[in-house]
């Protein structure tokens, strides 16, 4: 590095603005500040553990809304002092996130102690309905006070877009400004360069001592009760007038039934362990609090902070990853992005007839076109995706109907892989963005540098990413399935022709005999880059790749240079760009893992999905909510200590919450079939932190299931508790 780039490297500055596409600034950890999220539809909130938000110090926090942070301070004092944490929690079923506070030691002027500090507790609760969180502040006295004590909330709202808190700049803003509606209520308002109104009201109850655009102050005077409520509910709007929100307690009752709801009639999961519960309830949580009714279906949001939206891989792959036990997440995914699907050429979105969504925003940043989400079609892998998933959702649950409804998207998005995903016709799909404005890497692993040769060069587009072709490959064979149930028996054939044509065509040119691995991608050029990555265990998981190759790569996945002891990571050690600290170049992703083991059960190296899902399982157990986050770095397992974090990991996300889901079938060898009305178990193991596993309300084709299954050393027996209907089990050896 030349000392005008060290200077640059060393003053903050980028040194190649261009080169990283929207990445998110690091300029301070997530993991500095514990934070808690909430979220309930296209509303989310990030707090502080005290439960307050301090957007306007750089940071993540505050109310969001559509992509805008419509609140982004909210700090709670009393007597003057921020209050003593006891405890900070999020609900198991992250229904609300209830915080417990003290006062401080306060003192008078002349440094007198007044009040003794955890003479008051104060209590805590938000949670989101709609457009509206909710907060309950409960004070309880439980010592005498020399007089009225007073309890501040300073606020404040910037409007900030969402790719502004990621740390893009504006050169404009619109205008905002604050109002004092009443003796209860303050309102800020912002009009955007894009027109559109938002509108922020904060509504007391009782109303305040005093009240400002900054800030509201009760002095509180304990009665013989010693205890004190405060409500507070925080509206956000958008070019409409805020209605009066619901009553605190039934807005809460109401978040919660529509909770059960959604989770009636899905499929439940148990085990001997506890730990292993907690990790499993809340990854059913998070999926709940992901899932979002949009006007397209129900559909899985792909994570918290950054990615709280529709986004096309991460919902299929959410989808695959719990197809057994909640088919009805694919059936709004497949719905939604067939709603969705480009119908024109738009070169500033990356739009072509056929392709399907990567990412939908609603800011204001992305309504100007600053940035190109608002309907962003920049992913290669997305459409061969949305193919594969209905192949998979027809043979779980038989649904020709949805099938038969989506039919023309699907036979679209098989025209967009053969006419524009294969501009050159040599039977690979590959990308290259139409614009600078595009991503410059448009696989999962899309940093700027993630596509590489084995010297470090970049690798020059067009690209042929390894696991979009296996993806292809696998849609071409579910699409096959399809028109034979739709009675196109033609069709079906052609189709089976042109994925054994792909697969022998990727055997030739992507596999590299010298590492054990199938090539990260081939280059503008036909040439392999040489590197040692985890998309090869893709072509696992679709089943491209030759049973002895198969064998070979399973056993590399799973060497010290790939696995870290927690899981894979992205690129094995001692690869050109290995950073176990990186995005992409090392670390290690819970959905890439579920990916990968199902791939390994499916060429039957159930050892090795026993070892994956074990590290992945004890590293969401050493997390302190049990959560398997986006991702975390690959550093290798040191003993008495969990995986290290990765500092702007969104969590929840989506894709990492379903991954359990996967884990367990990828162990069990759990296959639904709807036309043979049976669920079968092919060769089923289980970790070695799990002796027994139950699965409950399993559902196949219209029967319900109970299944338990119990280890003893490598051995599993399996029974069936409950069958309701007629559906067989089959045990496979």
Same mark, same amino acid.
């Given at each position: ?87 900070? #929690? ?13 006062? =401080? ?76 509606? +009443? ?14 109104? !938002? ?14 655009? !900054? ?14 409520? @405060? ?16 009553? @605190? ?30 990790? $499993? ?118 649904? @020709? ?66 696991? #979009? ?35 022998? !065509? ?6 590299? +005999?010298?590492?054990?691995?199938? =090539? ?10 040489? $590197? ?77 999905? $026993? ?36 500092? $702007? ?78 559906? =067989? #089990?089959?045990?496979?050896?």
């Amino acid at each position: 590095m030349n000392e005008t780039a060290l200077a640059t490297a060393w003053s903050g500055a980028r040194s190649d603005p261009d080169a990283e596409d929207y990445h998110i600034e690091a300029t301070k950890s997530l993991v500095e500040r514990t934070l808690r999220t909430l979220k309930q539809g296209d509303l989310f909130g990030v707090f502080d553990k005290q439960g307050d938000c301090r957007g306007g110090e750089g940071g993540p926090d505050g109310l969001f809304f559509q992509d805008t942070r419509f609140l982004s301070q909210l700090q709670l004092t009393l007597g003057g002092a921020d209050p003593l944490l006891l405890s900070s #929690v999020v609900l198991d079923d992250n229904g609300a996130f209830v915080v417990d506070l003290a006062n =401080a030691d306060l003192y008078d002027g002349q440094d007198r102690l007044v009040l003794q500090r955890d003479s008051i507790h104060v209590g805590r609760l938000k949670f989101l309905h709609g457009q509206t969180c909710y907060e309950r502040i409960r004070l309880t006295r439980f010592n005498p006070l020399p007089g009225p004590i007073p309890l501040e909330l300073t606020f404040a709202s910037d409007f900030a877009d969402l790719f502004e808190v990621r740390g893009e700049e504006r050169p404009r803003r619109g205008t905002l400004r604050a109002e004092r509606v +009443d003796e209860r209520t303050v309102r800020f308002l912002y009009l955007g360069l894009d027109e559109v109104k !938002r509108t922020t009201s904060i509504h007391f109850d009782p109303a305040p001592d005093s009240l400002s655009t !900054r800030g509201a102050r009760w002095d509180l005077a304990f009665g013989d009760s010693g205890r004190i409520n @405060l409500a507070m509910k925080i509206v956000c709007a958008i070019d409409e007038a805020p209605s009066e929100p619901p009553h @605190l307690v039934s807005a809460y009752w109401s978040k919660r039934r529509g909770s059960r709801k959604r989770r009636a009639g899905r499929g439940a999961v148990s085990s001997s362990n506890e730990l292993f519960n907690a990790v $499993v309830d809340r990854a059913v949580s998070d999926l709940d609090m992901l899932l979002t009714d949009t006007e397209y279906g129900l559909y899985p949001y792909a994570g918290v902070p950054w990615y709280s939206t529709i986004f096309g891989r991460d919902g299929i792959i959410t989808a695959i990853e719990t197809l057994w036990i909640a088919p009805d997440i694919a059936k709004g995914v497949l719905t939604t992005l067939a709603a969705t699907q480009a119908t024109d050429v738009e070169e500033a979105a990356d739009a072509e007839p056929g392709k399907i969504l990567h990412e939908m925003r609603g800011g204001e940043m992305a309504r100007l076109g600053e940035v190109p989400f608002r309907r962003y079609y920049g992913s290669i892998d997305a459409t061969p995706l949305f193919v594969l998933l209905a192949g998979m959702y027809l043979d779980r649950s038989g649904d @020709l109907v949805t099938i038969r409804a989506i039919w023309p998207q699907i036979r679209a998005a098989l025209r967009w892989i053969d006419e524009w995903g294969d501009r050159d016709g040599d039977g690979f799909v590959e990308y290259q963005r139409m614009r600078a404005s595009g991503l410059a890497n448009q696989g999962w692993k899309d940093s700027f540098d993630s596509i590489f040769h084995a010297d470090g060069r970049d690798a020059e587009g067009p690209i042929a990413l390894c696991e #979009v072709q296996a993806y292809v490959y696998a849609a071409k064979m579910g699409a096959a399935r399809i028109a034979r149930a739709l009675g196109d028996g033609p069709l079906g054939v052609a189709l089976e022709g042109q994925a054994e044509a792909l697969r022998q !065509r990727f055997e030739d040119l992507f596999w590299l +005999d010298e590492i054990d691995c199938y =090539a990260l991608a081939l280059d503008g050029k036909k040439q392999p880059c040489r $590197v040692r990555s985890s998309n090869a265990g893709h072509a696992l998981f679709a089943g491209i790749a030759a049973p002895e190759r198969a064998d070979r790569l399973a056993a590399a996945l799973t060497s010290p240079r790939f696995f870290s002891g927690w899981g894979v990571r992205t690129i094995a050690a001692g690869e050109a760009r290995y950073n176990p600290m990186s995005y992409h170049n090392g670390s290690v992703w819970p959905h890439d893992n579920a990916l990968i083991a199902l791939g390994l059960a499916r060429y039957g190296r159930k050892g090795e999905v $026993v070892k994956l899902a074990h590290g992945m399982i004890e590293a969401a157990i050493y997390d302190e909510l049990h959560r398997l986050p986006e991702l975390f770095c690959g550093f290798t397992r040191r003993r008495k200590r969990g995986p290290t974090a990765y500092p $702007v990991a969104c969590s929840p996300q989506a894709w990492s919450a379903a991954a359990p889901f996967a884990l367990i079938a990828a162990a069990a060898g759990l296959e639904i079939d709807h036309d043979e009305n049976c669920l079968r178990l092919t060769n089923p193991a289980l970790p070695q932190l799990i002796e027994k596993l139950t699965l409950n309300g399993i559902g196949v084709a219209g029967s319900r299931l109970d299944l338990w299954l119990s280890r003893v050393g490598d051995d599993v027996s399996t029974a069936v508790v409950r069958r309701v209907g007629d559906a =067989a #089990v089959r045990i496979v050896k």
